[in-house]
């Protein structure tokens, strides 16, 4: 049987072939990088993403990333953990306010930025491996 695509669609199949889940992110991984319209798309969602989650709180990281912060990473990684986990659906109502947790790391974050504790980009006071 033959699949076919509705008017003006392109039918997509997945190749069914023997590579690894790995195998599979890391050239996914090289097609991004690769194509400036990937990378583009991927960072706009994601920085629409961290604004609608957290307007104030994703200027902050996105500050310490332009700044070259030291703890940029690591508050980068934290919201975008935090989007995921509270993206997830539950069986709660929604929250009214970020949970406290939530308004304590984003303190943390207003108080480092405020000292300025920039650091050149390839420094090696950055996170290794990140």
Not at 16 to 28: F, N, P
Not at 49 to 65: K, N, Q, T
Not at 108 to 124: E, H, R
């Amino acid at each position: 049987m033959t699949e076919t695509a509705p008017a003006g669609k392109t039918a997509l199949r997945a190749s069914r072939t023997s590579r690894t889940k790995d195998q599979v992110y890391r050239l996914w991984r090289a097609a991004i990088k690769d194509d400036d319209r990937f990378v583009d798309a991927v960072i706009q969602k994601v920085h629409d993403d961290m604004i609608a989650f957290d307007s104030e709180r994703a200027e902050i990281v996105i500050d310490l990333m332009v700044r070259r912060h030291k703890i940029a990473g690591n508050e980068f990684r934290a919201l975008l953990s935090d989007i995921q986990e509270f993206s997830t659906p539950t069986i709660a109502p929604p929250l009214a306010s970020p949970p406290a947790r939530l308004e304590q790391r984003s303190a943390k974050a207003i108080a480092a930025a405020s000292w300025g504790n920039s650091v050149p980009c390839g420094s090696s006071t950055s996170t290794p491996g990140h």
